[in-house]
């Protein structure tokens, strides 16, 4: 791979610490935006293997027109370094993808802390576990923060920004600005909690699967059919609060009138006592009237049902597609 960048580089530069398949999906994703990369691992072998697989996703995306470039323009952004020293040492971002290990990481930011330029953003790209929790002793601490993606990040753009108390304000600002530049869609976590956004709200649907499996009331295939194919297909629309807000005329305070009693006891059922009190319900009908006003309401709807059938219409020309 090329070491001398292309003429369209930006002259912005990334460093990526770990990779694994996160941070080859982080590469591709700087890379396609035009930044210079520098991906460090410790294992020889995989940092062997990189240049395969980014170009490989690469050539994926340009199969299906989700990249304007050539992969061999996108490679040559990309440098492979053996040492972390140089793989931080002149960039305005550090991405952390090493495996979920505290003491792996409390190690790892102590000498980005060091090697970094001190204006440079630390971010873990940590699934569960907050900054706090291994950032917490640094001189820069204030510069560290949680940027955790969804797999993968060159497809699925939504990445969530999880600060510390000690994390400086206009860091959580610069971040936001720099996945920005990176075509990705930053969302800020106001409150550090284990598992962040993603992985707790993949988290309540797993267990409750897990549970209707093991209590016999519906089989694996069953509940990834009901999933992909009913409240799925919704929500790769739009997300659980306005899906039931236009499932019901009135909007999401009716539906909580109405379904707010089975849902409480569905809750208690599995030990949750979780229920959606006024206020909460009130809190969260502001927000969505704010969005969408109720005398917007049936135009949404009417919205909704168009999305959707753009999406089974694209199913239905790849199956058959797939069986021509």
Known sequence: ?????????????????????????????????????HLHDPDAARRALVVSEIGTRADALRSFNLV???TGVLLERVVINERLEDAVRNVELV????PEKVELKRALFASLDVLAPKDAILASASSAIPVSSYADEL????????????????????????????????VVQRAKEVFASAQMRPVTVQKEV?????????????REAYCLVRDGVATVEDIDLVVRDGVGLRWSVIGPFETVDLNTRGG????AEKMGPAYARMGAERGQNDPWTPDLVAKVDSARRRL????????????????????LRDRVRAEKARQD
Do not use: K
């Open 68 to 70: 304007d470039e050539a």
């Open 1 to 37: 791979m090329a070491s001398e960048l292309n003429e369209q580089v930006t002259g912005r530069a990334v460093g990526i610490v770990g990779a694994g398949s996160i941070g080859v999906a982080f590469a591709l994703v700087f890379a396609r935006a035009g930044w210079r990369v």
């Open 252 to 255: 999401i305070a009716s539906h």
């Open 194 to 206: 284990e598992g962040f956004i993603f992985n707790r709200l993949q988290g309540a649907v797993l």
């Open 139 to 170: 001189d820069g601490r204030g510069r560290c923060l949680v940027a955790h993606p969804c797999n993968p990040p060159y497809l699925i753009p939504v990445i969530e920004l999880v600060p510390a108390d000690f994390t400086a304000p206009e």
């Open 292 to 311: 969408v006003p109720l005398d917007g309401w049936e135009a949404r709807v009417a919205w909704r049902d168009q999305q959707l059938m753009r999406i």
């Open 95 to 98: 991405i952390e993808c090493a």
